[in-house]
Structure formats: structure tokens, C-alpha cells
């Protein structure tokens, strides 16, 4: 099956530091992957779609400009947490997409565990 | 948009019960149906993907159904097992070319041994 992965799986780091989650899609390629944040005990949040060579599409309430997104190649999606606080503490998944014809699923990464000091 | 929902939020079984997992969702547009497994901590495991033209996939000891025009969807577990025990999401997107998931929020299952 489609394998995605996340690097790291965990990190810790001080309040006003900039964080980058790396999301791949290692044997398929993905023209668009979504990032997701979960907080504890709720359910997954879709935050943005990430599109291969164009701006990512935010959902309603997500600032562009504090989690960037960039998905410069077909297997690869970076999100960058900028100037990160106590509050932006998550679980951030991603997920890479296979689409063709009638046909579309999701393949979910393994999610990268953010704690901000 | 698409709201989903799972009741119950929480499920406690004895070992070797068959079980029913429920997921209604708002939109009867919904295209696919997704059922994942999460466990603590952890990512998403993917179990069943009902696609638009499906009201049923299998694999194992887990059938999930989809009723477009009642909006629910059901995961059964049959002969339940303390490995089982994890919380169950579903997920849906509505519409051919939107491929945004839509997820509830999940029913935690504990199988007692």
C-alpha cells in the first residue's frame, strides 16, 4: 500500500521558535496532501490543502502566514510552525492523495507530536 | 458542509462480542466513506474505504456499510478482542472533486479481556 511518512515524530521546543514538520509520500507521488492538527481527545482538523507548485488553500480560522506550507516536489510537504506558542502544542498529521477517475483516498502519515515550552 | 458524527463517543465490550460502531454524517452528497483506527498517541490506520458506487467493503472480521439516503454509515466488529481496543474514526468527503475529508469524533472502544 501508499506509505507516508513524517519527520520528526516528536518535537519539543521553546515558545517564539520556528518548528518544520516534513511530510513525504515515499513510493507514489501526490500533486496535493492536507495537513491536519488534532488536539487531545478531539478529532482531526483539516488546516490547509497543499497543492505541487501553487499557494496551499487554508481553512477558515488557520493563519497563513503563522503555518506555512510549502510543496515544492510531488513527494514532499513542509509545514512550518513560525513563531510557535504554548497554544499551537498539537498532533499535526498529514495525508498525500491518490485520485484518478471515480476513484480518490487519502494515505495518512504518522503524525508528528508538537509540544511548545 | 458536512458534519459527522459517532455515537457513542465511548464503547466497553467483554472479549468475543460482536460489535457495532455508528457514524451519521449532514450531507447525503457524500462520495466516500472512510473508517480509520487510531490508537493512542498514534497515527491513522485505515481499515475500510467505501467508495461512492459501494455500500459495503469487508476485510476480516470488519464490515462497514454505507446508507447515502439515511446518512449513516456502521462498522461492525465481529468476535471482538482485547487488540481491538483503540478509537474508531470515520471520515467522509463530499462530491467527486472534493476530496477534503470530513471527520467525526471518533468512538473510543475498550475490549476487556
Known amino acids: 500500500g501508499a506509505v507516508v511518512s513524517q519527520h520528526p515524530s516528536r518535537v519539543i521546543c521553546k515558545s517564539g521558535t520556528s518548528v518544520k514538520i516534513e511530510c513525504r509520500s515515499l513510493?507514489?507521488?501526490?500533486?496535493?496532501m492536507f495537513w491536519y492538527r488534532q488536539f487531545p481527545k478531539k478529532s482531526l482538523m483539516l488546516m490547509a490543502t497543499?497543492?505541487?507548485?501553487?499557494?496551499?488553500?487554508?481553512e477558515q480560522g488557520v493563519e497563513k502566514d503563522k503555518f506555512l506550507i510549502n510543496h515544492a516536489s510531488l513527494t514532499l510537504s513542509t509545514l512550518t510552525v513560525t513563531s510557535a506558542h504554548p497554544e499551537d502544542s498539537s498532533f499535526y498529521i498529514c495525508?498525500?492523495?491518490?485520485?484518478?477517475?471515480?476513484?480518490?483516498?487519502?494515505?495518512f502519515g504518522p503524525g508528528t507530536r508538537l509540544t511548545v515550552l | 458542509k458536512q458534519e459527522v458524527t459517532q455515537i457513542p463517543a465511548a464503547l466497553s465490550v467483554p472479549e468475543g462480542e460482536n460489535l457495532v460502531l455508528n457514524c451519521s454524517f449532514t450531507?447525503?452528497?457524500?462520495?466516500?466513506l472512510q473508517w480509520f483506527r487510531q490508537d493512542p498517541g498514534k497515527g491513522l490506520t485505515s481499515l475500510l474505504l467505501?467508495?461512492?458506487?459501494?455500500r459495503e467493503q469487508t476485510s476480516g472480521r470488519l464490515n462497514a456499510s454505507l446508507d447515502k439516503s439515511s446518512g449513516r454509515s456502521t462498522l461492525y466488529i465481529a468476535a471482538s478482542q482485547p487488540g481491538d481496543s483503540a478509537t474508531y474514526l470515520c471520515?467522509?468527503?463530499?462530491?467527486?472533486?472534493?476530496?477534503?475529508?470530513?471527520f467525526g469524533k471518533g468512538t473510543k472502544l475498550s475490549v476487556i479481556p
Open positions: 495525508s498525500a492523495l491518490i485520485a484518478g477517475g471515480a476513484y480518490n483516498e487519502q494515505f
Open positions: 513510493d507514489f507521488q501526490a500533486t496535493t
Open positions: 497543499s497543492n505541487e507548485g501553487s499557494k496551499a488553500t487554508y
Open positions: 450531507d447525503s452528497a457524500i462520495y466516500n
Open positions: 467505501i467508495q461512492s458506487s459501494q
Open positions: 471520515a467522509g468527503n463530499s462530491g467527486a472533486g472534493s476530496y477534503q475529508l470530513t
